[in-house]
């Protein structure tokens, strides 16, 4: 599964060179991505990348979501009517490395009485670009 995804951020790399980097997230807004099937992508771009970004729906995909932060700590998805949103400073987002990042992933869980929120210390993993 990880050609398909590779592939993928080669050719939204390729048609929007402003993004500078991309992250795989252990956490959608939605919840635990299962491996192999989603992915819950961060990627760091300019205004402008996404403004143009948004116009092009040939990357939006059912099994990919993505978020872009923006300049500065907002992040948004590029798609869609009602677009999840957020700050990485909310997420309490640190690098650990070049290659790793930790955040605070919120998850909502469903018990038997009432609807909670968890949250979990989650790592980022960079995948592009991946020879930095």
């Not at 403004?51 to 939006?60: A, E, G, K, T, Y």
């Not at 907002?74 to 009517?81: A, M, Q, T, V």
């Not at 605070?104 to 020879?131: M, Q, S, Y």
């Amino acid at each position: 599964m990880m050609l398909k995804i590779d592939n993928f951020l080669a050719k939204l790399t390729r048609a929007h060179p402003g993004i500078r980097e991309i992250w795989r997230l252990a956490y959608s807004t939605k919840g635990r991505t299962r491996p192999g099937s989603d992915w819950a992508l961060l990627a760091f771009a300019d205004e402008d990348t996404f403004r143009q970004l948004s116009r092009d729906v040939r990357f939006r995909r059912a099994d990919v979501e993505l978020l872009v932060v923006r300049e500065g700590d907002e992040f948004c998805e590029p798609w869609g009517n009602n677009p999840e949103r957020g700050y990485l400073s909310d997420w309490e987002w640190v690098r650990t490395s070049d290659r790793e990042a930790q955040y605070h992933g919120t998850t909502w869980v469903n018990d038997e009485k009432l609807f909670r929120t968890t949250i979990e210390l989650c790592t980022a993993t960079r995948l592009w670009p991946a020879d930095k």
